[in-house]
């Protein structure tokens, strides 16, 4: 499950859209971080980088 996702930028919108696409991934099936055969908590960042062009 993901939790406690944190954006930042300028652009508020593009936040929501990064916000909501993060929720959205959380829905697949992932395997949880192990510690001696148990699942724990992990905690990462996914950096995202986007460069639009006009």
Same mark, same amino acid.
């Given at each position: 499950m993901i939790t406690d996702i944190i954006t930042i930028g300028d652009n508020k919108s593009m936040? %929501?859209?990064m916000e909501r696409t993060i %929720? !959205?991934?959380s829905k697949t099936k992932w395997? /949880? !971080?192990k510690i001696d055969g148990e699942p724990v908590k992990f905690r990462f %960042?996914? /950096?995202?980088t986007i460069n639009i062009e006009n």
């Open positions: 936040n %929501k859209e %929720k !959205a991934m395997v /949880p !971080a %960042k996914l /950096p995202i």
